[in-house]
């Protein structure tokens, strides 16, 4: 294939598996598999560490959490192993998988958007992908609410309890709801990108009974195209790093200790929706401190986070020293040990 000739990227990288790239560098043995995927030390910094480089075999997509603190699809990581440019493993892979050339060469149109991707290696920005989502075309957006709670009592004990003070309270106006559909639960209002109070999401006070959940939100709201505390975090300066947790009131925490461009993802999950938001308030430079509670289900979620967010900003994983540990626990002092060092 002549060097001059343009390559479809996205075909390339489409027509290819992270599976077959490592089993080209003799990789694949070095690793270890558990469900979608594969772990092991970085290739790209030769790191030891048999944690720190992952890849989703489902996906394609692989990341690594110490030095490179990078990621990204096939071709990034043969643009990277090899010291090439994006193009030039484009036209590797078509030689070494023996891909159909005719059927990996980009029409002119193409090419304009594909240029963004040989950007993609060493410090130069990301591309910015558009979301690759559908789902996100035909869902309507949760509209905003023609009421708010009124009589929240805000100095309720059960609010207290969680380390709030009266400023933080006030300020994202929890309160403890004596009656209505949030009766005996501490009401939060979720607010969209722009504002506006779409839903209260109830938390119950404390462990609640088996049958009770803990959290009550209304019919109909979907969470998943939200991302609580978005339209405090977008105000803050772009280049600070956005933190984010799965529950409101580690948001609440966060932002109570300094840490103010905290986002919640309201579980241990990113929707699609979610990662749009993401995408759509970050830039090329953007960092993201993923920091999940430390049990199986956040150590799952951050996971699949770091991947999926490692194609469009730089992402960092906060683990915790001690199972069980979560955000909302951290002290002002822990947070600053955090939050504060980047900020
Ligand atoms: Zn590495």
Partial sequence: MPKTKFVDFRAVKSAITMEQVL??????????RSGDSLSGPCPIHKGSNPTQFRVSISKNVWNCFSECKHGGNTLDFIARMDNVSIHA??????????LDPDAMS???EQEAGESNGAAHTGDTPRPRPASQSPVLENVPPNKPLK????KLERDHPSIAERGLTPETVAEFEVGFCGKGMMAGRIAIPIRNAEGAVVAYAGRWPGEPAEDTPKYKLPQGFRKSLELFNLDRAIKEPMGHPLIIVEGFFGAMTLYQHGCRKVVALMGSTMSA???????KNTNAHSQVIVMLDEDDAGRTGREDIAVRLARFVFVKVHVFAEDGRQPEQLNAEEVAQVCGGVQ
Avoid at 23 to 32: C, V
Avoid at 273 to 279: D, G, P, V
């Fill in 147 to 150: 009421f708010r709670l009124d």
């Fill in 106 to 108: 980009a029409d002119s």
């Fill in 273 to 279: 929706a979610q990662e749009e938001l993401i995408r």
């Fill in 23 to 32: 089993t080209h560098y003799n990789l694949l043995d070095t690793f270890k």
């Fill in 89 to 98: 493993a484009a036209l590797r892979a078509v030689e070494w998988f023996n």
